[in-house]
């Protein structure tokens, strides 16, 4: 017999056959049409639009006359606009540094204090928002009246004169500063809670820099969004305040609009639709001053491959996994 020997097979080299279930693939599902986003849309727009367009129709449409645009075109020559508007945006500009001034170190002093005294600045600055203006500006002609009789023979008394004159009236600025208090709270209020300040303000101190110069050179430049919210909305309120300073018997921009409305109807809803609108283009400039490209987006860009990084256990003295060449075998 001849003997058996085993025959030896050449082995297929390849990847190994993976016996683990193949999963299906996983079809995306589709999304709804959600027609109730589109319907809402569209009537908060009716809600806004249709007053506006209204009213720009009653300022260009004259009966038996047809559309004339009579009514802007006066509105740089009517007596007393440009007065007014000057004296609100002065009125503004000084209500905003005074605000500022007040809140901003304020609030860095209760980051940087115990907590417990959060709530009592929140609480001090929301005020306003409970008090109605007619009991606030009531309570502001009451001291103005009875303050020159009581303080004649003191120094206070020109003082009294001084807060009320009607070139630029003081009073206004103070009263207009209560009022933007709750706004400029919750604006630099949301703006230092996406800041570490306690951090912040420790390294510029270990670095030798004052108190002025941590608030001015490292606390205010990353609150710029913040501050430029703050001021837009005391500007918007100084310019449309109407109750304060018309019961104190001054005359800034909102008051001027009202008297104008008797004599000039039309162009007194004209200049209420420039205002509007140019306040809607500062709060568009403002919304994307703040929404910038400041934050990159992260980066898909593969890592460099460097010498020290592809061989870290030779760099630390351990075995090499690198190839080595044999002699005589190349």
């Known amino acids: 017999m001849a003997a058996l020997t085993p025959v030896s097979r050449p082995?297929?080299?390849?990847?190994?056959v993976s016996t683990a279930p193949v999963a299906a693939p996983v079809k995306p599902a589709r999304r709804r049409p959600r027609y109730w986003r589109g319907a809402v849309l569209t009537v908060a727009g009716l809600y806004f639009l249709t007053p506006l367009v209204s009213s720009f129709v009653f300022t260009v449409h004259v009966p038996n006359q047809g559309v004339t645009f009579a009514a802007y075109s006066g509105i740089l020559s009517a007596d007393g606009f440009t007065e007014s508007l000057f004296l609100s945006l002065s009125l503004a500009a000084a209500t905003i540094a005074l605000a500022l001034l007040l809140v901003v170190p304020a609030l860095v002093a209760v980051r940087l204090g115990p907590p417990r005294l959060r709530a009592v600045v929140e609480i001090v600055c929301m005020l306003p928002l409970v008090v109605p203006p007619i009991a606030l500006v009531t309570g502001i002609a009451t001291v103005l009246r009875w303050g020159p009789d009581h303080f004649s023979r003191t120094p206070l008394y020109q003082t009294f004169l001084a807060v009320q004159n009607e070139s630029f009236p003081v009073v206004l600025v103070l009263a207009y500063t209560?009022?933007?208090l709750p706004f400029v709270h919750r604006s630099l209020d949301a703006g230092l809670r996406?800041?570490?300040v306690p951090t912040l303000v420790e390294a510029a101190r270990n670095c030798g820099a004052g108190r002025l110069y941590v608030i001015l050179r490292v606390i205010l430049p990353n609150l710029r969004s913040s501050l430029a919210g703050a001021s837009f909305l005391t500007l918007a309120l100084v310019l449309g305040e109407y109750t304060v300073a018309s019961l104190l018997g001054f005359r800034p921009f909102a008051v001027w609009i009202v008297?104008?409305?008797?004599?000039?109807?039309?162009?007194s809803v004209a200049v209420s639709l420039l205002s509007l609108l140019i306040t809607w283009a500062l709060l568009l400039v403002l919304s994307r001053a703040g929404t910038?490209?400041?934050a990159a987006g992260p980066s898909t860009a593969p890592a460099a491959t460097?010498?020290?990084?592809?061989?870290p256990a030779a760099s630390a003295g351990g075995p090499s996994t690198a190839p080595t060449a044999v002699p005589g075998k190349e």
Do not use: W
Request: no cysteine; charged share 10%.
């Open 292 to 294: 910038g490209s400041s």
């Open 306 to 311: 460097t010498p020290a990084a592809s061989a």
């Open 259 to 267: 008297s104008v409305s008797g004599a000039e109807a039309r162009m």
């Open 178 to 180: 209560v009022l933007a």
């Open 11 to 16: 082995s297929v080299s390849g990847p190994p």
């Open 194 to 196: 996406a800041v570490d």
